[in-house]
């Protein structure tokens, strides 16, 4: 069975602030943020059932898979470089736990999104539905 994305086409068009991805690729942005929640949350949306979720957690759930996707398609450069961080003339730019970016099993997000996920419960070793 093919693996199904937390949010579809038109929950990207409703939710996501920036529309960023272009509507060819916007299913395929939708399943990679999707598998990358799973990491984040540790599989337990899989384990639990996305159906068996209180709708408070769907819809978090949802809208940060728009946004992680539209994060990940604007920042796709920064995040597939092998390099964690650089520096010339004395400018330097790091990827990875900063200030406004945190990455978990080799998942970057924005801290904003991580916190919001954060409220479905299932980031932490103490999760529960």
């Not at 949350?41 to 159906?51: A, L, S, V």
């Not at 200030?99 to 299932?122: E, H, P, R």
Request: charged share 20%; glycine share 6%.
């Amino acid at each position: 069975m093919a693996y199904t994305p937390y949010a579809n086409i038109n929950d990207y068009l409703e939710l996501s602030d920036i529309k960023s991805i272009p509507q060819e690729d916007v299913l395929n942005k939708l399943r990679q943020a999707s598998r990358h929640i799973d990491s984040l949350t540790f599989g337990r949306i899989n384990r639990y059932g996305f159906d068996n979720l209180t709708t408070f957690q769907k819809d978090i759930i949802r809208e940060v898979t728009c946004r992680l996707a539209d994060f990940e398609y604007e920042n796709e450069d920064l995040i597939q470089s092998v390099l964690s961080s650089y520096s010339l003339n004395g400018v330097s730019m790091s990827i990875g736990n900063t200030w406004n970016v945190y990455t978990q099993n080799g998942v970057a997000i924005s801290k904003d999104l991580y916190a919001l996920l954060c409220q479905t419960g299932l980031c932490t070793g103490l999760a529960g539905v």
